[in-house]
């Protein structure tokens, strides 16, 4: 099969939605306004968002008009999000978006053409019109991701694979995100790609909040099959043991989606030893409220026998060695 289901989404070009959208990537979640048809019962395999071009124009211009997309694999489907997640739901104290999936990062593509010598079909890029006119709405559709692909310079054959190995996309990360009109303290301390991942906060007591309440979850839970729970925090978070077998547990929390999350190389080696026995916990939509960072709420993903899989994993940095004599 060729062809692969897509979420079309236009970006306005002002400071909010693109402040958002810097966030998005940031934490690898996406949010719409409100539940149309099919999202409940299609899931997407690829979401295009895209920003540069006016929507509010006839159908023959907008076709003559260039745009900036950004690619990403859709990791989480479709879900009901609770969390104040994005900077203006945080600062309004209300949930704007609360439809949400995971996506992960694969390329950024600049300036492409929207007409027929673009990379897109016409129905992709119909799509992307569509959701600008409907206040950034996704819209569902279906095509070849192949002319994307070879754009990117991702190699692979689409209609072979029918999956993206991390280390072969490009990716990209919020210091790609330009955000008009930005405050001075936002252009003094801009995102870096190091943080992407698992909701990434910077106020350390909210993190803290985040971890702590996400390994209460996993405790609670373990707790409950008849396992006595040591918290641990390294080299791994929790030491579980039941009736002689034993189990570690790698918990992960976020206020954004369960898509992609941070690891040491420590935790990589850690789960990939044969002499343990793993599992990565994982819980996402966290809702904090409060200046005490009360948290509440939560969606988790249990992965039990947990080994990372090495087409799932990307080096952010590498340890080098210097040469003798230097």
Avoid at 11 to 21: E, T, W
Avoid at 30 to 35: H, M, V
Avoid at 229 to 247: A, I, Q, S
Wanted: one cysteine or more; a negative charge.
């Amino acid at each position: 099969m060729n062809s692969a289901p897509f979420v079309m989404i236009h970006v306005g070009q002002s400071y909010a939605p693109r402040r958002n959208l810097r966030h998005g990537v940031e934490t690898c979640t996406w949010g719409l306004p409100k539940w149309q048809s099919g999202y409940r019962s299609q899931r997407p395999h690829f979401a295009v968002l895209a920003t540069g071009a006016a929507p509010r124009t006839s159908r023959p211009k907008w076709l003559t008009q260039r745009i900036t997309l950004y690619l990403f694999e859709v990791r989480e489907n479709f879900y009901e999000g609770k969390s104040l997640h994005w900077p203006d739901e945080q600062e309004e104290g209300a949930v704007k978006y609360p439809v949400r999936f995971g996506i992960a990062p694969l390329a950024l593509m600049r300036d492409v053409p929207l007409g027929e010598d673009g990379p897109l079909p016409t129905a992709a890029s119909d799509a992307i019109r569509l959701s600008g006119t409907r206040q950034g709405s996704g819209v569902l559709c279906e095509f070849d991701p192949q002319p994307l692909l070879e754009m990117t310079d991702i190699g692979m054959n689409w209609a072979a694979g029918q999956s993206v190995p991390l280390g072969l996309a490009p990716g990209f990360g919020p210091e790609n995100i330009d955000v008009p009109g930005r405050s001075a303290t936002e252009q003094e301390n801009p995102p870096t790609a190091s943080l992407r991942g698992a909701g990434f906060i910077s106020d350390p007591a909210k993190r803290k909040a985040i971890e702590v309440y996400a390994e209460n979850m996993a405790i609670a839970h373990y707790e409950e099959l008849g396992w006595t729970v040591e918290r641990l925090g390294k080299p791994y978070d929790l030491h579980c043991t039941r009736d002689g077998e034993e189990r570690r547990v790698e918990v992960k929390g976020t206020t954004g989606s369960a898509a992609q999350v941070l690891l040491t190389s420590n935790e990589v080696d850690h789960a990939r030893n044969p002499q343990h026995t793993v599992d990565l916990y994982v819980v996402g939509d966290i809702r904090i409220e409060g200046e005490g960072h009360s948290a509440s709420e939560g969606r988790v993903l249990h992965f039990k026998d947990w080994v990372p899989a090495e087409e799932d994993l990307k080096p952010r940095s590498f340890e080098y060695r210097l040469p003798l004599g230097g």
